[in-house]
């Protein structure tokens, strides 16, 4: 069974931060790249930050210097930060196990997701 419980969003203010957090089972956690997506009103969902399981890292240029993504190994969790946020930035957030260290998500199945408003 798939777990991926996202959480940490809210509203927020421009060039405000928030954290986010993914909590999955260690079956998926240990053995895969973690990515974190986003999905805009009417906008396709796209990935945004992606960990592998050695700790390499890679960013969306829309949000590379700004979110950094890092996960914690002995809670299963990945964690998504993100500072100076822009009103762009506002979409539900997802998390999900990713095929090969750029995606695409590795299962159908998605979580509830967490919602991040940012007003300018």
């Known amino acids: 069974q798939v777990q991926l419980v996202e959480s940490g969003g809210g509203l927020v203010q421009a060039g405000g931060s928030l954290r986010l957090s993914c909590a999955t089972s260690?079956?998926?956690?240990?053995?895969?790249?973690m990515g974190w997506f986003r999905q805009a009103p009417g906008k396709q969902r796209e990935l945004v930050a992606a960990?592998?399981?050695?700790?390499?890292?890679k960013y969306a240029d829309s949000v590379k210097g700004r979110f950094t993504i890092t996960k914690d190994n002995a809670k299963n969790t990945v964690y998504l930060q993100m500072n100076s946020l822009k009103p762009e930035d506002t979409a539900v957030y997802f998390c999900?196990?990713?095929?090969?260290?750029?995606?695409?998500?590795?299962?159908?199945?998605w979580g509830q997701g967490t919602q991040v408003t940012v007003s300018s």
């Open positions: 260690r079956s998926i956690f240990s053995s895969n790249a």
């Open positions: 999900n196990a990713l095929w090969g260290g750029w995606g695409p998500a590795k299962f159908g199945y």
């Open positions: 960990i592998t399981s050695g700790g390499s890292t």
